[in-house]
């Protein structure tokens, strides 16, 4: 294997890139990874082993100070499908996701192309079938039913996904999740959101939830590095 050390560094690097802003050079990196993956003969518990986790991996985003459900729902939905954990930081307004290796990068991405995707369509949901004359009150329910509607189907898919090509395998598993443990102690002691009866205006969540359905599934990398099925580009 150690022959093969300059391709793990160069693929662990691509992993990286798939956090980049720039949605297009996060697709092009997952892309090149996954072809060198193929091309080497070489799985992702081969970039794993090549450097053992000896500690969770923490990265961050800007969102708000103030998280809606359905973006509280997506937040753990997305977290639990790579192996992950989410914390939000009201006082901050940052998202932070704990993770081992490239899941918590694949994670971050994950997460803020659903939010973008669903926020996207949401506002031609809106535009299409919500009168500007209605009551304020009245659109943000149909706005927040939707986006409960859509993030429901994702969370679904992201379980089946999970099931069929566990991101994780093997005595990792343990591994991953003592140090993720570790990880989130160090935040202290985190407050927990209880989340309030939602009253659901029944036309839109079901257009979100079949909207949900139609939100582009793309090949990444499996746990073998095998071709897998992830949620975004």
Not at 41 to 47: C, G, K, P, Q, S
Not at 108 to 134: E, G, I, N, P, W
Request: positive net charge; aromatic residues 6%.
């Amino acid at each position: 294997m150690n022959n093969k050390s300059p391709i793990i560094e160069k693929i662990k690097k691509l992993l990286a890139l798939a956090n980049s802003s720039n949605e297009h050079e996060a697709a092009l990196a997952a892309s090149h990874a996954q072809r060198l993956l193929s091309e080497h003969n070489l799985a992702m518990v081969d970039i794993e082993a090549a450097h053992k986790p000896d500690k969770a991996d923490t990265v961050e985003m800007n969102i708000s100070k103030t998280l809606p459900k359905w973006l509280r729902h997506l937040s753990a939905g997305v977290s639990t499908a790579f192996d992950c954990q989410a914390v939000h930081h009201p006082a901050t307004g940052k998202m932070s996701f704990i993770g081992v290796g490239a899941d918590v990068q694949i994670a971050l991405y994950t997460f803020a192309y659903l939010d973008r995707t669903v926020r996207k369509l949401c506002s031609c949901y809106m535009k299409q079938h919500v009168t500007a004359t209605m009551a304020n009150r009245h659109r943000e329910l149909h706005r927040q039913s939707y986006y409960l509607g859509a993030v429901s189907t994702i969370i679904t898919r992201l379980r089946a996904q999970k099931v069929e090509t566990p991101i994780t395998t093997g005595a990792l598993v343990v591994v991953k999740e003592g140090l993720i443990r570790q990880a989130m102690h160090e935040f202290g002691e985190l407050r927990s959101v209880r989340s309030r009866k939602s009253y659901i205006n029944g036309e839109a969540y079901t257009k979100g939830q079949s909207d949900g359905k139609q939100i582009g599934i793309h090949h990444g990398i499996g746990a073998e590095g095998k071709p897998q099925k992830i949620i975004g580009h």
